[in-house]
């Protein structure tokens, strides 16, 4: 009840600045005790997960029946720094809808780590428990469409979580599926940094992702029937990710229990590995959210 207080008498930011950095933080020491604030406006979170790392939260209320869930890519060494909470001013500006925006908590465990995934770290497995935190979010929020979305490894990360919401839906952006098709520099980083037990497993570096099943593999996952809906938006000059992720990702399901439950999308931008612009993202959030409304009428 302390907590509950705490944020109820935590004013609001309407509209927040470049990053959130202005916006008021409301601490929980655990995961269960987090409570997120009815009121409208912006407020953002910090949680304790462990003695390792937290969750970094921003919870932007307007009041919508969809909440859309950003998960952040890459950071750029020197240009981004913690929490991260992507595409808020994007968001902010040219939707009504309530977002909640996660910064991935796996970076917090080691300063020097640019991509993680949402993978989490020995005893903390974050997407089950982000799903946790999502469902208490739309609650709040007062929406009952949840539309997850991310770019390169936040969209991976969208659509790891999403399973975990039934009737959800997963946005990704030029995605990476299977975590052992990704560059083994990026690989290796999150082993030695983040699960160094891993490294020598079997005497090969690279078996480390079998330790980990299903996490680091988003064929697998959908491998199984799901009940959550995913969109998965590929830029077609993207050689890498076009070839070693989507492709692979795409025949899978078309040829799976999901067929039904997941689209593909394609467009064509620049010949190498971005974001998509501002307006294909909002307009493809608008149009997510137009589609679970018909998959789920």
Known sequence: MAYLSLIM?????????????????VRFDFPAELVFSAQRGALRYAVALDDRGRLDALLLNKGSRALVVVFHGAMLNGRHHLPRFEWL????????????????????????????????????????????????????????????????????????????????????????????????????????????????RDRSRRKWLLALGSRVSAITTYSEPRQNYALVVQNVRDEHHYVKHYLPFRDSVQGGPNAERVRFEEYSAAPFHEPPGRARFVDTIDRGVTMLEDWTA
């Not at 008498?9 to 933080?25: C, K, L, M």
């Open 9 to 25: 008498n935590t004013e609001p930011v309407v509209a927040p600045d470049r990053g959130g950095i202005s916006v008021p933080v």
């Open 89 to 200: 001013r994007t968001l902010d500006e040219r939707t009504e809808y309530s977002c909640l925006f996660l910064s991935d908590p796996t970076l917090t465990v080691d300063s020097k780590l640019l991509l993680a995934w949402y993978l989490g770290w020995e005893g903390v497995e974050l997407y089950p428990l982000l799903g946790e935190v999502i469902t208490k979010a739309a609650e709040a929020a007062g929406a009952d469409q949840i539309v997850l979305v991310g770019s390169s490894g936040g969209g991976f990360a969208a659509l790891q979580v999403a399973p975990h919401l039934p009737g959800s839906l997963a946005i990704s952006f030029n995605a990476q599926t299977a975590l052992n098709r990704y560059h083994w520099k990026a690989q290796a980083s999150y082993i030695r940094r983040i699960m160094p037990a891993l490294e020598q």
